[in-house]
């Protein structure tokens, strides 16, 4: 992609790391590479199987020597399952040096996890807070310059910042839900790293790339785009994507560096948005009001909280209380009945002919970018400025492809969204179906390390819906 996607090979013997969705693409990359140094490397997934499969394959491709890698449990979309993995670590390790969270999904429909949140918002985004935060005194004992890297996307972009209805249903859009997710994730590292100043632990986001992986294989224009983006050199695979996730993670140099976000395996500059501080200390009372119950008191200690302060609502109208397991699952069945209703009626050759002039007609309010779609692998993130355009409804999305479960095809319905991708490892079986607002949202210059673009392709991430076997939800994101 005319970048030039280098890092170091550092010695890493004797630090631990943990690397979040690396069953595949740039996570799996990344805790290669990691091995490779001699780190021992811990890979958070939600499938024992095909973390299995990844390890193998790494000491098949690094055959003269011996990596130490084991498969742990993971599964984002659950704070029980997210804090069992950080209890289980804790129980048998006393350092972490490298805490990589790359994975991430791209949910097609709105669907509330069992702790009463947003799926996308909880996977991608707070329940890496969670882990973060459980792990911040580990870090802080392991320096000096332990690494906490969060896989973004240029999808951050497409992202919005209401914490009053970011948990709504009628705000749901698979892109821009999936922008938000990210964008959330790079202000969180901002308000962390004033929070850890002094502290030895360094705190960054990267954007991998635009990136090929296992999201839509089975999609013949996916395929069309990958094959075009390859021939233009627009498009990485999953080793060139996770070369700026493992710049960020071992580069000696920037330990004595606070720079919040990275592309092509330099600094760079995220929007303007990500980098208010305003707005990221709201973010960061927002985030601890849902899950302070879950903060270990050397974290607090660390961070500097009065907890008894984070009662109020943020200043944008106050957290939306989640639904309850019950209303969760109802609001789930009844998102799948209305899909299903949905395809029936797209199917039926009695659909009325006044419906689709109006499904061609983007809503007013889109922002006027060329549709794109990438694959960011759960920690995959595309820099590809152009997406194949679907369907009026529907977008081809794709994920960040940390630890997609399933890959994703494009399926456009007139009433449902289309769901993507990031590539790596997705949580959960995802959907095609993409808002027609999300559809002509994105294309966008790459960023130059002096200003931020305002219009970048976003990339979908990896899509993490529950897959039937499990693949990890995980953006190589």
Request: a negative charge; hydrophobic letters at 40%.
């Amino acid at each position: 992609m005319g970048a030039n996607l280098s890092f170091p090979t550092v010695e890493l013997a004797g630090r631990v790391a943990i690397v979040t969705g690396s069953n595949t693409g740039t996570g799996y990359e990344t805790g290669k590479a990691l091995a490779r140094m001699g780190a021992k490397v811990v890979l958070a997934c939600r499938s024992q199987e095909r973390a299995e499969q990844a390890i193998e394959k790494m000491r098949g491709e690094v055959p003269d020597s011996t990596l130490e890698v084991e498969f742990a449990p993971l599964d984002l979309s659950s704070f029980k399952s997210t804090v069992s993995f950080a209890d289980w670590f804790l129980g048998k390790y006393d350092k972490l040096n490298i805490l990589c969270c790359n994975a991430g999904y791209l949910g097609q429909n709105y669907r509330v996890t069992d702790d009463g949140f947003e799926s996308v918002f909880q996977t991608n985004y707070l329940s890496h807070f969670v882990l973060i935060t459980r792990f911040l005194p580990i870090l802080k004992t392991s320096g000096p310059d332990s690494r906490i890297v969060s896989v973004a996307s240029k999808a951050h972009q497409m992202g919005a910042f209401d914490l009053a209805r970011t948990q709504e249903e009628r705000q749901f859009g698979s892109m821009r839900t999936y922008g938000t997710s990210k964008l959330f994730q790079i202000m969180m590292t901002g308000a962390l790293q004033r929070r850890l100043t002094e502290s030895g632990v360094n705190v960054s986001s990267v954007h991998p790339g635009t990136v090929k992986t296992e999201f839509g294989k089975d999609s013949s224009v996916v395929t069309a785009f990958y094959n075009v983006g390859f021939a233009l050199g627009t498009i990485r695979n999953a080793a060139e994507g996770a070369a700026t996730i493992i710049y960020a993670c071992v580069t000696p140099e920037l330990a004595e560096q606070n720079h919040m976000y990275f592309e092509s395996c330099k600094p760079a500059f995220s929007n303007a948005l990500s980098r208010d501080e305003a707005k990221q200390e709201e973010l960061f009372n927002y985030s601890l009001s849902l899950v302070k119950d879950l903060l270990s008191e050397d974290s607090v200690k660390i961070l500097g909280i009065d907890l008894d302060a984070v009662t109020s609502p943020p200043p944008t109208g106050g957290p939306i209380a989640p639904p309850s397991p019950a209303e969760a699952s109802a609001a789930n069945a009844d998102a799948s009945a209305g899909a299903e209703a949905s395809a029936a009626a797209a199917a039926s050759p009695e659909a009325a002919p006044e419906a689709t002039p109006a499904a061609v007609s983007a809503p007013e309010d889109t922002p006027a970018m060329a549709a794109t779609s990438t694959a960011d692998e759960t920690s995959t993130v595309q820099d590809t400025p152009n997406e194949p355009e679907s369907a009026p409804e529907a977008e081809a999305v794709t994920e960040d492809g940390n630890e997609p479960e399933k890959p994703c095809e494009a399926a456009a319905a007139p009433e449902a969204e289309a769901v993507t991708e990031d590539g790596n490892e997705p949580e959960k079986p995802c959907d095609a179906a993409a808002a027609p607002e999300e559809t002509s949202a994105a294309a966008a210059d790459e960023k130059s390390a002096e200003e931020p673009a305002a219009t970048e392709v976003p990339a979908a991430e990896a899509c993490e819906e529950k897959a039937p076997e499990g693949e990890d939800v995980a953006k190589d994101e």
